[in-house]
Structures are given as structure tokens and as C-alpha cells.
């Protein structure tokens, strides 16, 4: 029924990284509470996910829809 995976406590702190990262916490406050002194580390804890890879596209396309430029002005 289950599959049989190795539970570390390094795999759970990638795990609680990823999840915190799509629920919209900052990569800087993921860092902050994982402890870690670079934000290099803390990129490598919380991986890119379907969910984020999404969640990022929709951001940009939203601020780009917003945008209004006004080319007499440019």
C-alpha cells in the first residue's frame, strides 16, 4: 500500500521548504527559518514545483497586464 520511502530529517526540511515556498512565503523568510546563512542554500532546499512554475507565470502575466504605457510620453 505505502511505498517505502527513506524519511531523514533532511528530506523533511526540503519538504516543509517546498511547501512553505507555494503557499507564497518569501525564499528570505524560508531562509530565515531553515537557519541558513545564504540564500544560495535555501534555493536548493525548496525545489520549483508545477504549483510555483505556475504561480510565478500568473504573477508576471498579471503585472504585464497591468502595465500601461503611454507611448505619446515615451
Do not use: C, F
Not at 2 to 31: C, F, N, P, Y
Not at 61 to 67: M, Y
Amino acid at each position: 500500500m505505502w511505498d517505502k520511502k527513506k524519511i531523514s530529517v533532511h528530506s523533511l526540511r526540503h519538504s516543509l521548504a517546498t511547501h512553505l515556498l507555494e503557499q507564497g512565503l518569501s525564499l528570505r523568510h524560508i531562509q530565515a527559518l531553515l537557519g541558513h546563512s545564504s540564500p544560495t542554500t535555501t534555493a536548493l532546499y525548496a525545489h520549483l514545483t508545477d504549483t510555483t512554475e505556475q504561480d510565478t507565470a500568473d504573477t508576471l502575466n498579471r503585472l504585464v497586464g497591468s502595465l500601461h504605457v503611454d507611448l505619446k510620453k515615451v
